[in-house]
């Protein structure tokens, strides 16, 4: 009931769609369904992070999330040809104790990374801070 799934399609056709599985135990999985969404396998499966987001860049699709270890906003890149990255690309890295939710990424881009990230953990308690990020890729 708490899950807030997101997905984005591939240049072939094909689609990826993420979701945090288990919201307490912050397991995040991405299912690749074929062109004709006849079909689905698992993508990519990861522990300890939460708050999935989807969005392509170019030909290739990022996974924007936040890590449960130190509350970094980072990425996974998939490469159509070689599949996702072993790595994680810190995005947002924590500072000065700010919790990092709900990531929401421009859904398509040539050529840039870009989204919007909730700062849940504001000074002033009466509103939330709001990140704008983006890169080059």
């Known amino acids: 009931p708490e899950a807030r799934p997101s997905a984005v399609r591939l240049?072939?056709?094909?689609?990826?769609?993420?979701?945090?599985v288990t919201p307490g135990g912050d397991l995040v999985e991405?299912?690749?369904?074929?062109?004709?969404?006849?079909?689905?396998?698992?993508?990519?499966?990861l522990t300890g992070y939460e708050d999935p987001t989807l969005t392509r860049v170019g030909l290739n699709a990022y996974?924007?999330?936040?890590r449960d270890g130190d509350g970094a906003v980072v990425?996974?890149?998939?490469?159509?040809?070689?599949?996702?990255?072993?790595?994680?690309?810190v995005e947002?890295?924590?500072s000065?104790?700010?919790?990092y939710a709900w990531p929401?990424?421009?859904?398509?881009s040539k050529t840039h990374l870009r989204f919007l990230v909730?700062?849940?953990?504001?000074?002033?308690?009466?509103a939330n801070a709001v990140l704008s990020y983006q890169r080059k890729v």
């Not at 929401?104 to 398509?108: A, C, D, F, K, T």
């Open 75 to 89: 990425s996974r890149q998939y490469d159509p040809a070689s599949g996702w990255s072993a790595t994680d690309a």
């Open 104 to 108: 929401n990424p421009v859904r398509s």
């Open 92 to 94: 947002i890295a924590p």
């Open 30 to 45: 991405v299912t690749r369904f074929s062109a004709t969404g006849e079909s689905s396998t698992p993508s990519l499966s």
């Open 96 to 99: 000065g104790g700010e919790k």
């Open 11 to 20: 240049k072939s056709g094909a689609t990826l769609a993420a979701v945090e």
């Open 63 to 66: 996974l924007v999330m936040i």
């Open 118 to 126: 909730d700062g849940a953990n504001c000074s002033t308690h009466s």
